[in-house]
């Protein structure tokens, strides 16, 4: 069982939309995560921080259901400028990789 | 304060030669994270450096590939006898403290490889 998946997409959306990504990991001892945002052909840039209450960041929502070991980023009000690939990241108490694993990364295409 | 340094942003080496990848932490970073990216993939962990020690390798071929972070200057990750596989996107990343701690990581633009 893959440690980090997330569905590839792409999610083809209009400007304006809600759209929402879910990231399911599979070490219930996983400890931080994260979103980051990476641009294509560029480095990856974190996008937001994952707390357990749940956070909030203008537009972008992102949310922690430990039970069920998932994370997920709500993007309100989609704007062209959003278009890129979501990569979710978990870090595991006591895992190797530098305890930090990566998803492959989920593709958005915002349209006008 | 400049961030991740990676160089060369490109490199074109033919099969046989040897590819060396240098990073540059953010200043006050004494933690390394190197990173393969093929297209439409996913970052794949390749080894975890800190200052003069190699901390995780697991995600690193044992053969031909090897990386340091000497105690000054830039870490390097060396490849030998590269072949068409291992044309790719390297990205290095660093933290203050261990990313286990939760710290985020800042990255680098990347050293695009061509075997050609």
């Known amino acids: 069982r893959k440690e980090v998946e997330q569905d590839p997409g792409p999610f083809n959306v209009p400007e304006g939309a809600t759209v929402a990504f879910n990231c399911t990991y599979s070490?219930?001892?996983?400890?931080?995560f994260f979103w980051y945002r990476q641009d294509c052909r560029k480095e990856p840039k974190l996008l937001m921080s994952?707390?357990?209450s749940g956070n909030e960041d203008g537009r972008f929502t992102a949310q922690l259901n430990r039970a069920s070991q998932y994370i997920s980023l709500l993007i309100r009000d989609s704007k062209l400028g959003d278009s890129a690939t979501y990569l979710c990241?978990?870090?595991?108490?006591?895992?190797?990789?530098?305890?930090?694993?990566f998803g492959k990364g989920t593709k958005l295409s915002v349209k006008p | 304060n400049a961030g991740v340094m990676q160089n060369p942003r490109h490199l074109v080496r033919r099969r046989g030669q040897e590819a060396r990848l240098r990073c540059s932490p953010m200043?006050?970073?004494?933690?390394v994270y190197w990173y393969r990216q093929l297209p439409e993939e996913g970052l794949k962990f390749m080894v975890y450096?800190?200052?003069?020690?190699?901390?995780?390798e697991s995600g690193m071929p044992k053969e031909r590939f090897s990386a340091e972070f000497p105690k000054e200057g830039p870490s390097i990750l060396r490849i030998q006898q590269v072949v068409r596989g291992d044309s790719a996107a390297y990205f290095c990343?660093?933290?203050?403290?261990?990313?286990?701690?939760?710290?985020?990581?800042?990255f680098g633009s990347g050293t695009q490889l061509s075997v050609l």
């Open positions: 994952v707390y357990s």
């Open positions: 990241v978990v870090i595991f108490a006591g895992g190797s990789q530098g305890n930090l694993i």
């Open positions: 990343a660093s933290s203050p403290l261990s990313a286990a701690l939760g710290e985020k990581l800042f």
């Open positions: 450096l800190q200052k003069e020690n190699i901390i995780d």
């Open positions: 200043k006050g970073h004494s933690h």
């Open positions: 070490n219930s001892a996983s400890q931080s």
